[in-house]
């Protein structure tokens, strides 16, 4: 029997936080609303740079998205095949049994 738990998908929200909090914080859902009143007084050549290091980290993430989509399916794709085999032992065994039952019942006749 397979003892693989299936793998957990989190909402896109999750994702992204969870993405996004490791490359910028700033980004974060959570942090986003905030930084009109952070960054109020900042200067043009600082809202530029700023900019910038939010497009690098958008860069980032479409990145680390990609390689998390393909380690999922990586992973889901083994839990896939672990629960078919699972699938296919129990319903060989169940055969077995009533192959077992069948001669049982012809013997005794």
Known sequence: MSTTIPP???TPEE???FLMGQIEPELTLASIP???????????????ARMGR?????????????QYTKDLEQRTGMYRREAFA??????????????ADLEASINAA
Do not use: C, F, T
């Not at 939010?54 to 990609?66: C, F, G, M, V």
């Not at 699972?86 to 192959?99: F, G, H, P």
């Open 8 to 10: 957990y998908v989190p």
């Open 34 to 48: 905030g930084l009109k009143e952070k960054y109020k007084e900042e200067m043009q050549q600082e809202r530029k």
């Open 15 to 17: 994702l992204y936080d």
């Open 54 to 66: 939010y497009k690098k980290a958008y860069a980032a993430y479409e990145q680390a998205l990609a």
């Open 86 to 99: 699972s699938a296919e032992v129990r319903e060989q065994k169940q055969e077995e049994n009533r192959l």
